[in-house]
């Protein structure tokens, strides 16, 4: 609830305000100095005893009026009120109208009380210590995302009521208009920024009040703020100047007088008689006055919202320029090298950020208006590593509006002195120059950084989400190679649950015993009928790839149709020396561990890559020069959000897993494993209330994302359960006996709090839960559904159309519905080119790595991904692993790294 200041002045106060805020205890004392005793106690409402102490009477008279006391509405919060805002002096003249002050003595007259009174009503406008804005949350995230201001209010509603984004998503798209996760994020975003705003209100306006510069027109301003940027504008006008600056210098030599006497033009100012052996020289008095007049301008709201309506208005006005450092000699770019490899993270190369990675912007310009994003990031990494010098370049028409504004606010009022004007306009000038101009460009870019940064985060957040959502290989068993030069390469082979059956390590690229290492590996696929190998893309990837590539080619591997596909393994080594790697496998060798990673990344990806940091999975750009709080947190929803969705078996996933369902922590995921360990499979949803830690908000969050898989439940082991009838949790019991009996519903996405309206429509349809998943039930169920409409019968059941086709979709949909299905499998290969093979205007089928926003890098099996270029796009928006069809613009080969062009041919 936003609380809105009071405005207290005489002029403004109604009669009926004036009674509103004599204080009660005044009212009492009134009525004792001209009423008798007796007629006191009548005025009083009925007592239970009769008292005749005359000591006791003062004590009733307190009651009455605390009874008759105008209702808490009427009032301005005096409980929670501070009364200090003015001068010390003028504190004491304030009457008794809070809590907190004593009751005046009795010996005081009406008259005195009312003076007093007055005497405060009088005083300068100042407002109360609990600040408001003019402005409501959804109204304002409305305006911004184009959306309907009663739908932003359910959301933040939501969001107030601690419900996650993919229950929101998923269980309240009667609420929300059916929004998407990715736009309940951004909602969320803003409300959190405005949530900051206020507080940054309130703060600034306190500080302003305690230099006693509050004034109406100001504190309007300040509540009408929706950004921080708006804010600091405002308050910028009333930051005090450093110790050191020179206005603070001249102020300190008694200049600020007369200074302010030119600029007002109040009054007539003869510089020579300032001189004196504190100032020195005229011409160090003329400078203090002019440091003094032009720190005034620079802070004069006026001038500011001229500055800041210049900057909105003229974005296509005001460039970014970038050059190649005058000092960035070869010298100079090893350095940055080196001071680049100890300040980004740990495993980038430092190649990467040589000069050569930024030559296009050596001669490069853009208006601020038409900038990208990914241009921004790549100038100011430039010139953080002193490879680049990066100018914004403002109009120089721009110091002539600021004049004009000079003149209207000052040198058009005031004496009209040739020697004045002289003064202030050369302040002017100097304060365009040493203190305006410098403000704006910091602005800009301030502004130009955090926009890159949030669409950095985004198309982040896009790649992961459909990383994370790679479709599962189940059915295979699968061999995972983690290639090497030094170490060799490391192999796993593991079954169909992903539990490993053979590792070893083989020293392909020694150049010693080729013949054994085409043996091994052979007889580790031949013993365990594998026939896809997942490989990484690692070091000795493409040398790796092409031994395997060869034998493939040569039937080595026959009567096994032996396939490859290449991993990505980013993050790998990172799990594989982690607590966790270690907990799941104590006996094997990290490095082991990575080819283990890297099949299971293949058989089930969502499993396997929660188990790594997401910031370390390398699909996002300039990823290390983004804010790593906001990046965290926003990528964490990603990971919670595809988890939930894609749901999981509560019996078998590991704690790494749960932790990441919508309502789960690491301590409930935890409870949940120990529960399991020692009672037993869960055998239905309800169960989950006798887990320590899920308590009602945990469950309605995290029930409908936690499935009990028949199969799974029955072949474990079941342990035994607690046999009373009932155990209790808190205040609540749960019952056990009868709802110990597994329900069909909990392998299907629909929430347990929907299951009465399930039950009802299974009625409707003359079915059973019995039936659950057969080819009857589910034509009896789209029938129904055919021949009434889903419309109807959600009128009749008393629940939205989009919670009903919720349930009709899960009562629809086989056991083993897995919605990644629809998304693109990994490309498997059984030969390989290089880029020297490429021709030019070839078609090539490859796989999406990354998208950025200047276009989309794709692996197309010759070692480099190629990149196809935004303008090569054909209108197509793609993402990480989709299947694609290119066409070879160019080919650039080079030392170090080949650059490929592509065109996009079409979307596979």
């Given amino acids: 609830m936003n609380t809105i200041v009071d405005l207290v ?86 009457t008794s109208r809070v809590k907190t002050e004593k009751v005046k003595k009795e010996d005081e007259s009406p008259e005195d009380i009312s003076l007093e009174s007055s005497a405060a009503e009088t005083s300068k406008f100042q407002p109360k210590l609990q600040f408001g804005v003019e402005w409501q949350v959804e109204h304002v995230i409305a305006d911004k995302l184009n959306l309907p201001p009663p739908i932003i209010k359910n959301v933040v509603r939501l969001f107030e009521n601690e419900n996650t984004i993919p229950f929101i998503a998923r269980y309240r798209k009667e609420q929300t208009g059916n929004m998407e996760p990715e736009m309940l ?31 109406p027109s100001i504190l309007a301003a300040l509540q009408s703020s929706q950004t921080m940027n708006e804010i600091e504008h405002i308050y910028a006008q009333f930051k005090p100047s450093g110790a050191r600056t020179l206005a603070e210098k001249a ?40 440091h003094i007049i032009a720190d005034v301008i620079s802070k004069n709201k006026a001038i500011l919202d001229t500055m800041r309506e210049l900057y909105e208005k003229n974005k296509y006005s005001i460039t970014v320029e970038s050059k190649r450092a005058k000092t960035a000699t070869k010298a100079d770019e090893k350095k940055a090298e080196r001071k680049a490899a100890t300040t980004l993270k740990a495993g980038k190369k430092v190649d990467e950020f040589t000069a050569e990675k930024f030559q ?36 120089d028409w721009f110091l002539q509006r600021v004049k004009q504004t000079c003149e209207r606010v000052w040198l058009m009022k005031g004496i009209r002195d040739p020697s004045r004007f002289d003064i202030v306009q050369k302040a002017i000038e100097d304060s365009y120059n040493r203190l305006l101009q410098p403000h704006v460009v910091r602005q800009i870019r301030s502004d130009l950084m955090e926009e890159a940064h949030l669409a950095s985060i985004e198309v982040f957040a896009s790649n992961l989400k459909h990383l994370l959502l790679t ?119 990290p490095n082991v561990i990575s ?45 919670v959000e595809c988890v939930s969705f894609v749901g999981v078996d509560v019996n078998t996933a590991s704690e790494t897993l749960l932790r990441h369902v919508a309502g789960l922590n690491a301590t409930r995921a935890s409870n949940i494993i120990d529960w399991r ?18 308590g009602p908000k945990s469950f309605e969050q995290c029930a409908g994302f936690l499935r009990i898989i028949s199969e799974t439940s029955s072949s474990l082991c079941f342990g035994d359960l607690k046999s009373e009838a009932s155990i209790s949790k808190g205040e609540k019991k749960v019952a056990i006996g009868s709802e110990n009996a597994p329900n069909p519903l909990d392998q299907t996405w629909i929430h347990p709090e929907s299951y009465v309206t399930v039950y009802w429509f299974l009625e409707l349809c003359d079915l059973t839960l019995s039936e659950f998943g057969s080819e009857t039930f589910l034509s009896k169920i789209r029938n129904k559904v055919e021949e009434i409409g889903l419309q109807k019968i959600a009128l009749s059941a008393d629940v939205s159309e989009a919670r009903l086709k919720l349930i009709v979709d899960g009562l629809t949909q086989k056991p083993d519905y897995d919605f990644r299905s629809q998304f693109q499998k990994p490309l498997f290969r059984s030969s390989i080119c290089t880029v020297n093979d490429l021709v030019i205007g070839s078609t090539l089928t490859g796989r999406v790595q990354n998208v950025t926003h200047f276009g989309a890098f794709v692996d197309v099996g010759v070692g480099n991904d190629g990149l196809i270029h935004i303008s ?26 080949s650059k490929i062009g592509l065109s996009l041919a079409r979307k596979v």
């Avoid at 001209?34 to 007592?47: D, F, G, M, Q, V």
């Avoid at 090569?872 to 790294?897: A, F, H, P, S, Y």
Wanted: aromatic share 4%.
């Fill in 9 to 94: 002045s005489d002029e403004e106060t109604s009669p009926v305000q004036k009674k509103i805020k004599e204080s009660p205890k005044e009212k009492c004392v009134k009525k004792e100095t001209s009423t008798p005793a007796r007629s006191r106690r009548n005025l009083k409402y009925e007592l239970d005893t009769e008292k005749d102490s005359k000591s006791n009477l003062k004590d009733e008279i307190k009651k009455t009026a605390a009874k008759k006391r105008p209702p808490k509405k009427q009032l301005t919060s005096p409980a929670k009120k501070k009364p200090k805002l003015e001068p010390d002096g003028e504190n004491k003249k304030k």
């Fill in 185 to 215: 994020r951004r909602v969320k975003d803003n409300y959190e920024r405005l949530l900051s705003v206020k507080q940054k209100i309130d703060t600034v306006a306190k500080s302003i009040t305690k230099l006693n510069k509050m004034s």
């Fill in 251 to 290: 102020r300190a030599l008694g200049l600020e007088s007369p200074a302010m006497a030119i600029l007002e033009g109040t009054s007539w100012v003869n510089p020579t008689t300032l001189v004196n052996s504190q100032t020195g020289s005229l011409e160090k008095v003329l400078q203090g006055l002019q």
């Fill in 360 to 395: 296009m912007y050596f001669e490069w310009k853009s208006s601020v208006g038409n900038i990208k994003p990914h241009q921004v990031l790549a100038i100011l990494r430039g010139e953080s590593l002193k490879v680049l010098s990066v100018k914004i370049n403002v109009p």
């Fill in 471 to 589: 479709p599962p290989f189940r059915g295979k068993v699968v061999m995972g190679i983690d290639p090497g030069f030094t170490h060799g390469c490391k192999l796993a082979v593991v079954n169909t649950n992903g539990e490993v059956l053979k590792t070893d390590v083989m020293y392909l690229h020694s150049g010693k015993e080729s013949d054994k290492w085409k043996h091994l590996i052979r007889s580790l696929l031949m013993d365990h009928r594998c026939e896809i190998i997942a490989l990484g893309n690692g070091t000795a990837c493409r040398e790796t790839e092409m031994w395997i590539g060869s034998l493939i080619s040569q039937g080595y591997f026959k009567p096994l149709d032996v396939k490859y596909t290449i991993v990505d393994e980013q993050g790998v080594s990172i799990y594989s020396c982690s607590p966790v790697a270690k907990q799941e496998f104590p006996e094997l060798d």
């Fill in 595 to 639: 080819a283990v990673s890297l099949a299971r990344r293949l058989q089930e990806p969502l499993s396997e890559l929660v188990k790594v940091e997401p910031k370390h999975l390398g699909v996002g750009m300039y990823q290390h020069d983004i804010p790593e709080k906001k990046l965290s947190a926003t990528l964490n929803e990603v990971v």
């Fill in 677 to 694: 360990t020692k009672k037993g499979p869960f055998l239905n949803r309800d169960q989950l209330h006798l887990v320590k830690g899920v």
């Fill in 872 to 897: 090569q796009m054909r209108n197509t928006k793609l993402q990480v692993g989709d299947r694609v069809e290119v066409v070879v613009l160019n080919v650039e080969i080079g030392q170090r790294r």
